[in-house]
């Protein structure tokens, strides 16, 4: 495995290359370019000017995260070919630039789902938490109202501005779209993309529903191990594979994550590693990466991955607020540079024992 940190690119992340640099756990960046908007061709020059500043600070770009797919191919309605004419073209850019790892996710209208960005634990630390009872409250339009108070000035990823001015039309888009048809949806972007996949050696990673359910009675697909063997098989091509994120699949209880991981062996390009605290089935926060504090034995998830031979990027997921950092919600330094320290120092452990 490659350790690796999220970054959202200088204009909007408060963390820089440099501290990045400085972790010294963390050798590889995943980005994006953080103002393209779904269905945008990404051009080679842009691709190449964010590849050079990765490398100017000593670190490189190790998989894109995400490139958007646009609402038109999720239901497969309007524009679809054109919009996946461009993602192909985006995906030969990133290829001849030699980035060979892409996370995207198939999520309709809401990528993923908080009703708090800053709850404050006994220690004063605030997290990111989901109740269920908060989410049967609000309606879905002013679900972003809710939560964008808490984003300490930045743009969340999948909450920007721009696309949810328009979710009253969004949910029309996919007011005929159930599971069935966004898997159809699915496979049709994804046979339609795996040529150039093939060609470059481009390893999708599909990221998985947050949560592994449906909100606001919108079809999720990526929820549990059954769909996506399902996705997996309905175009059986090692490049389409997934993110494993234990933090997404994890909200589900009813979902093994280790069992999870060995049965992926071979198609997990990428993993998020993340620990949640449960305080009942459908209250949960998002804890420190530690197993103590949380539901997830963080040990089995790291060893099943390095059980798998799991060579692909990790990053440590969304951390905690702490030490007074003001910074995206989930996405400051400090947390996720221990988070970062404390899978390594099992994979070191795991390593060693196995040896
Ligand atoms: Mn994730």
Redesign the pocket.
Known sequence: MEMTMRWYGSEFDTVTLKQIRQIRYVTGIITTLYDKQPGEVWSREEIRALKEEVEASGLHISGIESVNIHDDIKTGKGNRDLYIDNYIETLRNLGEEDIHMVCYNFMPVFD?TRTELARVRPDGSTVLAYTQEAVDRLVPEKMFESISGEMNGTVMPGWEPERMAHVKELFEMYSDIDEEKLFGNLKYFLERIMPVCNEYDIRMAI??D?PAWSVFGLPRIITNKENIQRMMHMVDDAHNGI?F?S??YGTNLNNDLPDMIRSLKGRIHFA?V?NLKFNSEDDFEEATHLSADGNFDMYEIVKALYDIGFEGPIRP?HGRMIWDEVAMPGYGLYDRALGAAYICGLWEAIEKSER
């Open positions: 993923w990221h998985p947050d993110t994120c933090g997404s998020h993340r997921d």
